[in-house]
């Protein structure tokens, strides 16, 4: 595997489910991302991990919860979702934080909340 | 105010023609500006980034930036079929972790 890779690409979840998002990056970046984006809006940075300590939490709602066990995974554990949390959530890794042209994106979690 | 402007298009052009890709933005504090390549169902990647004004040239690809009207261009010379995607404009400060990205356009080239 290379680059960054999430899991799963596809994800349909209840209102009242638990589930989790995965990312690895496999480039030794030290700084990893979450963003959500969604139709016709720019993308909405969620979390911000340097060195598996958060630096960044953008007023996420707690039912978004992020998690960061060493510096190549990175997981967003999700519960009691609203339907408008429906959208493209994007992990990305950098470097290290603050450096805008190394930031490389995986292919997202496509997210339905029914 | 937003702080980043991006027309969503979507702008469909012939193949071989001229793209002209732009964001404005508010924020005079922005320092690097970056333009993303979307396509469908994968993550952005990094097309080109500048730091402060000027332009910045890579093939096919020019990127300018005029902080004093705060207007960022993309330019794609001999636009390729390939080229259809959606592109995002994205802006930081010299401090600070916080990128801001524009909607983002969509373009098709159509062969």
């Known amino acids: 595997e290379t680059g960054v890779t999430q899991t799963p690409r596809h994800l349909v979840m209840g209102m009242t489910n638990k589930k989790s998002l995965k990312c690895e990056q496999h480039?030794?970046?030290?700084?990893m991302y979450w963003y959500k984006q969604s139709a016709k809006k720019p993308l909405e940075l969620m979390f911000v991990y340097s060195l598996e300590e958060r630096v960044e939490n953008n007023s996420v709602p707690s039912r978004f919860s992020p998690e960061c066990p060493n510096s190549s995974h990175l997981f967003l554990h999700l519960h009691t979702l609203q339907p408008e949390d429906s959208a493209l959530y994007l992990c990305?890794?950098?470097?290290?934080?603050?450096?805008?042209?190394?930031?490389?994106f995986g292919p997202g979690t496509r997210l339905t909340v029914t | 105010q937003k702080e980043v402007e991006q027309d969503p298009g979507p702008l469909s052009v012939p193949e071989g023609a001229i793209v002209s890709l732009n964001c404005t933005y508010s924020?005079?504090?922005?320092?690097?500006f970056m333009w993303y390549r979307q396509y469908s169902r994968k993550g952005p990647e990094l097309l080109m980034y500048t730091y402060s004004s000027g332009n910045k040239e890579d093939g096919r690809f020019t990127a300018q930036v005029d902080k004093s009207s705060k207007y960022i261009s993309l330019f794609i010379r001999d636009s390729q079929p390939s080229d259809s995607a959606t592109y995002l404009c994205?802006?930081?400060?010299?401090?600070?972790?916080?990128?801001?990205f524009g909607t983002g356009t969509s373009l098709t080239v159509i062969p």
């Open positions: 924020n005079s504090a922005f320092q690097y």
């Open positions: 480039l030794g970046h030290n700084a």
């Open positions: 990305a890794s950098s470097q290290a934080v603050g450096q805008p042209y190394e930031q490389y």
């Open positions: 994205a802006m930081l400060p010299n401090t600070g972790n916080q990128f801001y």
